[in-house]
């Protein structure tokens, strides 16, 4: 499985800047410092949230906002919440999700008082995509357009994401038992596919970007939605009544863990996932396979690649 199998479909990109009244915005303008941020959806809430290394706490206006912000200590590092008091933001990132099928959130940074949203998506979409960032500027005060043009590919997205912290590339993988593979809406897809989750969700089932090598014959039967035919692109949802993965979102979510490239496989009777993220919230990942290789000993769960991402 690659990273790069569903990005190489998705040939624009676009960066979102948003000022204002927003959470941590003035703090970061005075300290003068970038912070690597999480966006999660809910079906009627969009939270943020900031880790921040431990040893950053030594500083002493940090420290004050640790406490101020009610943040939680996990491991090395920091954790602080914020639920989006903006309703008109929820429900224009909400519609242009809905609008546009192929974006992917990949990334949100809060650098000396803005925000910068970075999204993938697939040129067969740009007149929806430019409807909405139109729609969007009247409706929002402070939102523009940092960058919209051509993908430059996932690691010169994410060589953005270096100068802010160390990166590490996971892989991991677990059996599908057989009782389980027949209840699965992982047989509505051929034998194999890769997909890639458009977004981090509060814990429910979250939609997905998904490339075959076989057309998938019948799709809408399936509520399988085809996106660019001719590259085998399709949007999908396991939706939550999906165990194993509806626990892996929710444990995800419990311990806040930032990813990007989100990718999730299937192959010779084994789902295959990986991700990049942030080398701190590591071991918070790794707590939250864990917890799921417990509760479900019978998915034979295993790592199959932890590396620096370069």
């Given at each position: ?176 038992p057989g009782e389980a593979l027949k209840n699965s809406p ?125």
């Amino acid at each position: 499985m690659d990273l790069n199998e569903v990005d190489a479909a998705l040939d624009m990109r676009i960066i979102y800047s948003i000022t204002g009244n927003l959470p941590v915005a003035e703090f970061t303008k005075r300290l003068s410092i970038n912070l690597q941020s999480g966006l999660h959806f809910g079906a009627d809430s969009l939270e943020l949230s900031f880790f921040i290394p431990e040893e950053l706490a030594a500083n002493r206006e940090i420290s004050i906002f640790l406490a101020q912000s009610n943040a939680t200590k996990q491991g090395n590092v920091y954790f602080s919440n914020f639920e989006m008091a903006t309703e008109d933001l929820h429900d224009s990132l909400k519609d242009a999700i809905e609008d546009s099928k192929t974006t992917v959130l990949d990334n949100m940074v809060l650098s000396k008082g803005t925000y910068y949203l970075s999204c993938r998506f697939h040129s067969s979409e740009l007149k929806t995509v430019t409807k909405n960032v139109l729609r969007f500027s009247r409706k929002l005060d402070g939102l523009s357009v940092k960058y919209l043009g051509p993908n430059p590919g996932m690691k010169s997205i994410m060589d953005d994401v270096k100068e802010i912290t160390k990166l590490k590339e996971i892989l991991w993988q677990a059996k599908v038992p057989g009782e389980a593979l027949k209840n699965s809406p992982f047989t509505l897809l051929p034998d194999y596919w890769v997909l890639e989750s458009r977004y981090m969700t509060t814990g429910q089932g979250v939609s997905e970007l998904v490339r075959t090598k076989e057309k998938i014959r019948n799709p809408e039967e399936h509520g399988i939605l085809e996106l660019v035919p001719e590259l085998n692109l399709y949007e999908f949802s396991f939706g939550p009544e999906d165990p194993f993965l509806k626990g892996f979102f929710s444990y995800l979510y419990e311990t806040r863990v930032i990813r990007f490239c989100r990718i999730f496989g299937f192959d010779g009777g084994y789902l295959k996932i990986g991700s990049l993220l942030p080398e701190v919230l590591l071991d918070n990942y790794l707590a939250s396979i864990a917890l799921l290789a417990d509760q479900f000993p019978e998915w034979e769960v295993s790592m199959t690649k932890v590396v620096d991402f370069e």
